[in-house]
């Protein structure tokens, strides 16, 4: 199939960008580099664009006669969105309407997008695809209204339309060649392992007072390669007129002390830690159930412990000490 990744140069758009090339699809990358890295994507696929650009990716969709679009291009980080709730909503909500208004344009139906359990706010978990949707923070908010318009837009256009519920994506590649590399880098399981490196002297707890059996929070830590699997499993389960709902977690929550206790073992370093003060927009526990992915896509996380998937990140981090600038 000739797919456009939209923020392919990113760190679950890279990834499932290699697993959609392996599976034998003619794949093109639209990013705006922003957050992305240019050597994550494959010689000559790369084409520099905004979301926001929408004469560009007609064109784009235009020339490559594209078939479907998988959108992994947006703000991501909770925080950020709690003080900068204008970027997340220009970036993630008026960007995608540019995407589909494109899709609509140049008459690509399919469309995979990068959704969230942050849409859920705090639920009881294991968090099922129909509990309620009541996001706590900005970020939630925005995958949530392109929800809706998904939905919109499939009915009144006819897009084939997948919103795929990530719980914490985490973990490299296999074979070492590509991995997680933000900047500045907020995301827990990177900050431990630049401890072990001795790039930082210590990792922050945020929160040891929530109502969870150590006080810290907990999350459901999904790699990015079982991430890239169910992209490409859905694209022959999407629906005419439709919006279809998967959410991609492995069903097993993990604590931030446990995620640093595991790191410890992975890399033999005492990684120190200080307690501070709860991070806004977190809630205490998510954590998903993936049993509608298993029953329609056949879909299961391969990584189900904490362990290997820090062993996988710690790999990259050896390798590429400074991400993808060596
Ligand atoms: N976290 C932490 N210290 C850090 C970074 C993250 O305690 O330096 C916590 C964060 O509060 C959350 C969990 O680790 O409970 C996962 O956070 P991350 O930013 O990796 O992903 P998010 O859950 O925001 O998508």
């Not at 905004?50 to 959108?71: F, N, P, R, Y």
């Not at 942050?118 to 949530?144: C, M, R, S």
């Not at 995620?259 to 307690?275: D, F, K, S």
């Amino acid at each position: 199939m000739r797919i456009l990744v939209v923020g392919g140069a990113g760190y679950v758009g890279s990834h499932c960008l290699r697993h959609l090339i392996s599976n034998h699809n003619d794949v093109w990358v639209y990013d705006n580099l922003s957050q992305g890295h240019a050597a994550a994507v494959p010689e000559g696929r790369l084409i520099v664009g905004d979301l926001l650009d929408t004469g560009k990716l007609i064109e784009t969709m235009k020339q490559h006669d594209i078939e479907a679009v998988m959108h992994f291009a947006a703000k991501a980080l909770v925080g950020e969105s709690v003080v900068r709730p204008d970027i997340y909503y220009k970036t993630n909500v008026t960007g995608t309407l540019s995407l589909l208004d494109a899709m609509v344009a140049s008459g690509v139906k399919k469309i995979v997008f990068s959704s969230t359990c942050a849409v859920f706010g705090n639920v009881q978990p294991p968090i099922t695809e129909d509990l309620p949707k009541n996001p706590i923070n900005p970020y939630g908010f925005t995958k949530l209204v392109i929800e809706h318009a998904l939905a919109d837009y499939a009915a009144a256009f006819q897009l084939e339309a997948a919103a795929l519920r990530y719980f914490n994506a985490c973990g490299a590649a296999s074979d070492g060649s590509i991995g997680e590399d933000h900047d500045p880098e907020s995301h827990l399981i990177p900050i431990v392992l630049q401890v072990a490196l001795g790039q930082r002297p210590h990792v922050q707890i945020y929160g040891t007072d929530y109502p969870t059996l150590d006080g810290s929070c907990v999350r459901d830590y999904i790699h990015v390669e079982d991430l890239a699997d169910a992209h490409l499993r859905v694209l022959s389960h999407l629906k005419p007129g439709r919006l279809v709902h998967y959410n991609l977690g492995t069903g097993v929550g993990v604590s931030v002390r446990e995620v640093i206790e595991a790191a410890r073992r992975v890399t033999g370093h005492p990684i120190p830690v200080i307690e501070s003060d709860r991070r806004p927009g977190d809630p205490a526990v998510l954590m998903g159930d993936p049993t509608k992915a298993l029953k329609e896509l056949g879909w299961s996380a391969k990584f189900k412990a904490i362990e290997p998937v820090i062993k996988s990140a710690w790999a990259w981090h050896q390798a590429h000490p400074s991400g993808f600038q060596k």
